[in-house]
T-cell receptor, first 116, second 113 residues
């Protein structure tokens, strides 16, 4: 099973709202990722958690706040977003460096976020 | 700086034809090259992947050809079907930088019936 689940599928929020995106995997992966994808563009890496610790933050604005409550869950807290933040937000997971086999990333279906 | 260059940006192929997508890279730290297929409104799905010590890998109708000396690799879709119509991304993993992926710009494939 290579399934990564994300909720909600769609989210519409105003610029003053606070919302959260959720991601879950039960593959025993120890690395989890948040990507942002604009239309007709490749995914852009935002954050990486490795063994539940934030290992990479690709200079993402503080209005995006990641959280990794445990090895299976990853959240992305959103606050005071701008309309240009509207995009497909993708979660991915992998075994992580040092894990078995190739460290292949598996993506979830994404959350389509619209900021009004 | 785009480290993985993908071409063409879009491709139209007749049903039953061969679709070919090319990627080129510069960074010799890249050590694993996956291809992802993405349908509209969905997340990228791993299609096939190759390591640079292998020149070719085939899975069903999908084949990766890899030229290490030229730093180029390509995806061939044989007997292309309308259901293959999607966006394809090549990627390269940097084993010296936490296994981070660098994506190509993507190719939108349309297979006409």
């Amino acid at each position: 099973d290579t399934e990564v689940t994300q909720t909600p599928k769609h989210l519409v929020m105003g610029m003053t709202n606070k919302k959260s995106l959720k991601c879950e995997q039960h593959m025993g992966h120890r690395a989890m990722y948040w990507y942002k994808q604009k239309a007709k563009k490749p995914p852009e890496l935002m954050f990486v958690y490795s063994y539940e610790k934030l290992s990479i933050n690709e200079s993402v604005p503080s209005r995006f706040s990641p959280e990794c409550p445990n090895s299976s869950l990853l959240n992305l807290h959103l606050h005071a977003l701008q309309p240009e933040d509207s995009a497909l937000y993708l979660c991915a997971s992998s075994h992580g460096p040092g894990g078995p086999g190739e460290d292949t990333q598996y993506f979830g279906p994404g959350t389509r976020l619209t900021v009004l | 700086q785009q480290q993985v260059k993908q071409s063409p940006q879009s491709l139209i192929v007749q049903k039953g034809g061969i679709s070919i997508i090319n990627c080129a890279y510069e960074n010799t730290a890249f050590d694993y090259f996956p291809w992802y297929q993405q349908f509209p409104g969905k997340g990228p799905a791993l299609l096939i992947a190759i390591r640079p010590d292998v020149s070719e890998k085939k899975e069903g109708r999908f084949t990766i050809s890899f030229n290490k000396s030229a730093k180029q690799f390509s995806l061939h879709i044989m007997d292309s079907q309308p259901g293959d119509s999607a966006t394809y991304f090549c990627a390269a993993r940097n084993g010296r930088a936490g296994n981070m992926l660098t994506f190509g710009g993507g190719t939108r494939l349309m297979v006409k019936p």
